[in-house]
């Protein structure tokens, strides 16, 4: 099992920047086996999205949506991973929760943004809101 706790979020002003924190707890050999970590979103009313990915090789992926403004790093020794936002639109206001795959033979295909279900662990989330 693996627990994943976010900190950071809150509110700012659009154009302000923020810095999302994501830390992986748990059985050794899952935390030891992370595949893939990555940050999604869910505005009210609407369906989660994918945002950044960080994969196990350091390589990463983000949605067009944030491409630019966003980036999303990782501190292996720590289990962290970041999600460093700046630029900040309106339209950035939802919850954000980390998530991970994680365990023996394991992977994260190219397009895991768009399979939130491969996702085996969450964490709750933490809310940012943009104002204009």
């Known amino acids: 099992q693996v627990q994943l706790v976010e900190s950071g979020g809150g509110s700012v002003q659009s154009g302000g920047s923020l810095r999302l924190s994501c830390t992986a707890s748990g059985a050794t050999f899952s935390i030891n086996h992370i595949s893939c970590m990555a940050w999604f979103q869910q505005a009210q009313g609407k369906e989660r999205e994918g945002v950044a990915v960080?994969?196990?090789?350091?390589?990463?992926t983000y949605a067009d949506s944030v491409k630019g403004r966003f980036t999303i790093s990782q501190n292996n020794a720590k289990k962290t991973v970041y999600l460093e936002m700046d630029n900040l639109k309106p339209e950035d206001t939802a919850m954000y929760s980390c998530?991970?795959?994680?365990?023996?033979?394991?992977?994260?295909?190219?397009?895991?943004?768009?399979?939130?279900?491969?996702?085996?662990?969450w964490g709750q989330g933490t809310q940012v809101t943009v104002s204009s």
């Open positions: 960080i994969y196990n090789d350091g390589s990463t």
């Open positions: 998530a991970t795959v994680a365990g023996w033979g394991t992977s994260c295909p190219s397009n895991i943004l768009q399979r939130d279900r491969d996702f085996g662990y």
